[in-house]
């Protein structure tokens, strides 16, 4: 099985839309949405639900009032602003590191799990789709992401590809994404913030020696950045190999929640059939260049 | 020797499991004897550094060698550090897998680059 | 006062809407905390005068006081210490900077020295600032952090944040007088525009909407609004030509000069809204 994730740098170039596409046109494939602070392909690939947990993903110390002196141990070591000054633990503040823990002379403090989010194994009409949601103002995001990877092994039956939603950005939680992958699709704008983020999110692709591709999202929009985006990226051994055109009617399509497979936007249609075929194709290149 | 194979389940028909920093759990096996263990991978919740912590844990079991589908840069920082080999295993079984290391058939990482995407499938 | 924008869906128009508003009101301090992907500069072009870097303390291992003995890996939450055949192994991206690995050594031989993890730029005498994390970093906070103490407070701050509704999000918008939250009519902006909503009021700050690329063709979130009492301060409309402008690093106000009235009315109603 091979695992794509779809990234992007910036947000809204169309990640979501593109892979729910895919699920549509992909015939061997398990799906997974890793933009677990604001998840959105489940609105739009519905389903019945097959699992669901709650994930701890955080520590948190406890103290215990009963050993506590109070001796202010703790507070002196607490480098996250976490220990009150009446020796309480701040929740949103608190790091989990147990550094209070360490130097409690009285045993008093312990780190407990705390839940951060919600993991869930959707079955839809379009193949087993996991995916999760990060509980509000919680840390962790990398950690739910991974979380979320993990859930696919569980219920595999032999698909051939693994598609994976990213989230915008840089972080953690989009390193936890592509951590793994086969190779990464950057969907990108031709605007000069999406080129710009686009750079940045190819060069953390480079960090960890993931293979990238490029797709060119509402490419007519502005043809001159899109032309400078897939020389810059052509130059640097980053393929483009999808280029989709600006269609209001798309956003009309995603109201009714349908992707633009099913609202009919057949130039679309056949503009993201092309960038799956293209990047099918590359993939195996790069299997037989190896071997 | 003692070898340590990343396992999909906690017996020796288990499927090797093609993750290190995030398998199932640990074989550890003493390929002279045969006399095996088997630990669970602590490292397999964590986001950042289950290589690390699942490297660690080998290591502490003083394992010459580790059967693994694949190895990040920063597990593979580790276990070098430790004097530890890595082998590429097969889709078989841990109980196949400690065969085929003992006759000599499996294939050494040699370098702690991003595996070949692709070539293993 | 200070401003925050957000959004929950990535794309919804924060940018446009932090930078228009920062150009409409001018004696102000744009502040991009969008630090994995800042896009501020591409549309306010400050004249960028310094840059800081920022750093994190990172343990370091004293060898001729080091014995191997683990205690540092062992207290390490974040799996960013290995100890093998009594070397320390340490993965600096990971260190959460906590200090635990200090604490835990008996032989004094964890010390700290500082790594580089993100840059503050700074421009136009302080008023426009951007935090860029490097990349590979894993932790956007020490950024943000750095950022934040560099907040005017005699004049308004307009905060830009990343997307999402993460820790990220959090620390920036911590401590802020108003939140503005940026969404687009679209069954995504709407669920994420829930999310965000229900983050700033489990913070408990006062907050409005603004709709990006509205349409009469969905209403949804002019309807979600009303039902839940969330004033909408502004409906900037579709429009072709806003977003061609967009693509070229043109915002709203500098395209049409009604708009630079209307921001300036949302600055407005946002210091209406923050005093109530």
Known sequence: MKQIVFISGKGGTGKSTLVASLSLLVESKIIADCDVDAPN???????????AEHYYGAKQALIDPNLCVPCERCKSVCRFDAITEDIRIIPANCEGCGACALVCPQNAISLVDVKTGEAYVDNTNRGTFSHALLDIGEEGSGKLVTKVKENLPEFYNGEAWALID??????????ASITGADAAVAVCEPTKSGKSDLIRVLGLTRHFGIPAY?????????????????????????????????EPAIVRALQSLKTPLEAGLTEVACQIENFWEELKKCLTKTEEEIC | ????ISAAGSDMESRMDQRFGRAACFAIIDTETMKYEFLDNAAAAASGGAGISAAQTVADKNVKAVITGNVGPNAGKVLSAAGIEVYYGKDVTVKENAELFKKGSLEKITSSAPRHYGLRG | MKIAVLSGKGGTGKTTVSASLAAAVGQCQYI??????????????????????????IPEVKEDKCDGCGDCARACMFNAIAVV?????????LCHHCGACGIACTKNAVYEAPRQTGVIESGDNGMFLQGKLNIGEFITIPVINKLKQMMRNDIPVILDCTPGASCTVVKTISGTDFCVLVTEPTPFGLHDLKIAAALVKKMGIRFGVVINKAMDSDKSIQQYCARHNIAVLMEIPYERRIAENYSRGILP???????????????????AGAAS
């Not at chain 1, 990213?166 to 390193?175: A, F, Q, R």
């Not at chain 3, 991009?32 to 303390?57: K, W």
């Not at chain 3, 500098?254 to 210091?271: A, P, Q, R």
């Open chain 3, 32 to 57: 991009d905390c969008d630090v994995e992907e800042p896009n501020g500069a591409l549309f306010l072009n400050p004249r960028i005068e310094s840059e800081t870097p920022v750093y994190v303390q």
């Open chain 1, 41 to 51: 392909l489940h609105l739009i690939i519905p389903g019945e639900r097959r699992k």
């Open chain 2, 1 to 4: 020797m003692v070898i340590a």
């Open chain 1, 166 to 175: 990213g989230s915008p950005g840089i972080g953690c939680t989009v390193i």
């Open chain 3, 85 to 93: 055949k009594r070397k320390v192994i340490i993965f600096p991206e």
């Open chain 3, 253 to 271: 106000v500098h395209m049409d000069k009604t708009y630079k009235e209307k921001f300036i009315k949302l600055f407005n109603s946002i210091k």
């Open chain 1, 214 to 246: 490029v797709c060119i999202n509402k490419y007519d929009l502005n043809t001159a950045i899109a032309c400078e985006i897939e020389s810059e990226c052509e130059e640097n051994g980053f393929p483009v190999i999808g280029k989709i055109k600006f």
